[in-house]
């Protein structure tokens, strides 16, 4: 049975960091891409990076690259989402989703027909 929980979601002053952790069950991370997706109050659920399976290659939406990044364990199976010089604008509910190798929707909208399965999600709040 399939599984991905996020982790490590709160609440951060503006300028902080935060690692969100998708602990995936079920699968290999050797087959499988995980992305990292997030949705504010009234916006569509939008990509924020991904991480394929083969070769381990990242993709950023332009709003985080420099100041997100993301890695994975292959032996916890799990994949990272660090996040430095947080915005306010950064304020959303975090998904991670996986499909069969490549990543995919990394820019702008993604659905959720998009990725074969998602986690239940996890708040980051940016705030003074």
């Known amino acids: 049975q399939v599984e991905l929980v996020e982790s490590g979601g709160g609440l951060v002053q503006p300028g902080g960091s935060l690692r969100l952790s998708c602990a995936a069950s079920?699968?290999?991370?050797?087959?499988?891409?995980i992305g990292w997706f997030r949705q504010a109050p009234g916006k569509e659920r939008e990509g924020v990076s991904c991480?394929?399976?083969?070769?381990?290659?990242?993709y950023y939406a332009d709003s985080v690259k420099g100041r997100f990044t993301i890695s994975r364990d292959i032996a916890k199976n799990t994949v990272y989402l660090h996040m430095n010089s947080l915005k306010p604008e950064d304020t959303a509910v975090y998904y991670c989703?996986?499909?069969?190798?490549?990543?995919?929707?990394?820019?702008?909208?993604?659905?959720?027909?998009?990725?074969?399965?998602w986690g239940q999600g996890a708040q980051v709040t940016v705030s003074s």
């Open positions: 989703a996986t499909r069969r190798f490549a990543c995919t929707a990394v820019v702008g909208t993604v659905h959720t027909y998009d990725y074969d399965y």
């Open positions: 079920g699968f290999t991370l050797d087959y499988y891409a």
């Open positions: 991480i394929s399976s083969s070769d381990g290659s990242t």
